[in-house]
Structure formats: C-alpha cells, structure tokens
C-alpha cells in the first residue's frame, strides 16, 4: 500500500461535517445560528397614576392595585370604592 492510498483511506474515516466545508454563514443551516429563529418580544405595559390602596390600607401597608394607563376609574367610581369598600385612590403628582 502506497503513502498515497494511506492518506486517501485516511481522510475517509476522518471526515468533518457538510457544514464545515461551507465559506458564508448565510449558506449554514439554522440550527448553528439560534437568532435566524423566531424570538418572542414581551413589553411592560405603561401604568397608570393612580394607585388604589385597598380595604382601609394605608400607603405603608395593605394592598396597593395601579391599573394600566386610560383605564383607571372615573371620579363616581372612585367614590363608591371609597364610601363602600373603605379604597383609597390617590393619584401621583
């Protein structure tokens, strides 16, 4: 046997991936580069100014609830809240 089939049946057993032979990574498959994947964005919704302490709870304790911006309550509804359940609505300045 020859240097020359040597090497041949070398490179044979040895063989690198299809991957590897390849110069643009535009031509790899997806699966090297994970940002070609769909991604999925999640936002934080704005917050509204008004914060509503619940049940008698002052602003040191308690439970506090802020809606999400536009829909906070109107001032009857706010009221009601007070004259009924004991909330307290206190915007931000």
């Known amino acids: 046997m020859s240097d020359d089939d040597h090497d041949a ?3 044979s057993f040895h ?3 299809e ?3 390849l110069t643009d990574t535009h031509d790899l498959p997806q699966f090297i580069y994970p940002d070609t994947q769909p991604t999925l964005k999640i936002t934080q919704p704005e917050l509204s100014e008004w914060t509503c302490y619940m049940f008698g709870g002052a602003q040191s304790d308690g439970v506090a609830w802020r809606p ?3 829909q906070e309550p109107n001032w009857f509804h706010r ?3 007070k004259w009924c ?3 307290t609505w206190i915007k931000d300045e």
């Open 9 to 11: 049946t070398k490179k």
């Open 15 to 17: 063989r690198q991936p």
């Open 19 to 21: 991957f590897s032979r």
């Open 68 to 70: 999400f911006k536009g």
């Open 79 to 81: 009221w009601m809240q």
């Open 85 to 87: 359940f004991r909330c």
